[in-house]
């Protein structure tokens, strides 16, 4: 089993590594690639250095199974080279999420979508990928019309940019390199991606678009995206309306029996889902469950996870693990 990770400089990057490390997948050769500054450098796996390799050396190489985490542009570059040898591409950007015929994987809800056909399957938005684990049991059982989404995202969504600018403007300095476009200490933006036409940005019609093509559904969607002051951890606060009348008891019991859902949800201790209490961990947090006294079937609830494990490496490393327990004799 060779497998290599393009774009393990990164932020995501270097948390696949770690991923693939604590779950400990039947590994007989690991590539490590980057982009050119970075060839020739190492880079550590489970205690030993890996030298990195230019993407095009690690095309040839052949491996089963390579993980993106280096751009849209990259992605669209060079995955198909690696699909045209053989390898399952496991890609985390925005390149083919959209397109005809690439599965939009959430191993948990549909990871059936791929087919031993599929050499290039695309890794969601990280706000989408928690904000599915929790509609798709809900919507399994009662069927949702609408979903109204706020997010509060935090700067590591932006990577290193991000992480940089909070820094410094915490110390009372200016970045020369900002994320945004309006300094984030002590402030939210609700402004995440690129604005369009419509007035969304590219961030929220990614919510649109992810949720429904993942779900496989119809559902109205309504997005609003804001980025915090917060170094980790992706925070939603959902509205939905569903079909039919439901038991909120009995959401709470199909939340508590999903796989990867943790149910934080104790008001009288003030127990709910924080960026915190998620850092670092695999499992998406589910709290704040209430009727929504204002409309028909209507149900709020808030939803956390970290947006580098969930949000990107580990549902990669998932959608790895599936490929080869489908189809690969090991």
Request: hydrophobic share 40%; glycine share 6%.
């Amino acid at each position: 089993m060779k497998i290599a990770v393009i774009g393990a400089t990164g932020l995501v990057g270097q948390k696949m590594l770690q991923v693939l490390a604590e779950r400990n997948l039947p590994i007989d050769e690991l590539i490590v690639a980057a982009s050119e500054r970075s060839i020739g450098k190492t880079t550590n796996f489970k205690g030993k250095p890996y030298t990195l390799i230019s993407v095009e050396d690690a095309i040839e190489k052949r491996p089963d199974i390579a993980i993106f985490s280096a751009g849209a542009d990259a992605s669209l570059k060079y995955a198909p080279l690696f699909a045209a040898k053989g390898t399952y591409v496991v890609d985390n950007s925005s390149a083919w999420r959209k397109k005809e015929g690439f599965p939009l994987v959430v191993p948990e809800i549909n990871a059936s979508d791929i087919t031993t056909d599929t050499h290039i399957i695309a890794n969601p938005n990280c706000s989408t990928i928690e904000l599915v684990m929790a509609l798709a049991p809900m919507h399994r059982r009662y069927g949702i019309k609408r979903i109204v989404v706020s997010t509060y995202q935090s700067v590591s969504g932006s990577g290193i940019k991000g992480l940089n600018q909070l820094h410094l403007e915490q110390r009372g300095e200016k970045s020369e390199n900002p994320a945004y476009p309006h300094q984030i200490h002590e402030n939210i933006i609700p402004h995440g991606g690129n604005f369009l036409e419509d007035g969304n940005t590219t961030e929220e019609e990614k919510l649109i678009f992810e949720t429904n093509k993942i779900l496989h559904s119809k559902i109205a969607v309504s997005a609003t995206v804001a980025r915090v002051p917060v170094f980790g951890g992706h925070s939603e606060s959902v509205n939905v309306e569903f079909s039919q009348p439901y038991d909120l008891q009995e959401i709470r019991s199909i939340l508590e029996k999903t796989p990867g859902i943790i149910v934080a949800d104790n008001p009288s201790e003030n127990l709910y889902p924080t960026p915190l209490i998620a850092y670092d961990k695999d499992e998406v947090f589910v709290g704040r469950m209430r009727r929504d006294n204002s409309i028909a079937n209507g149900f709020n609830f808030w939803v956390v996870s970290d947006n580098i494990r969930k949000g990107a490496a580990t549902n990669a490393v998932q959608i790895a693990e599936y490929l080869i327990k489908r189809f690969f004799d090991l």
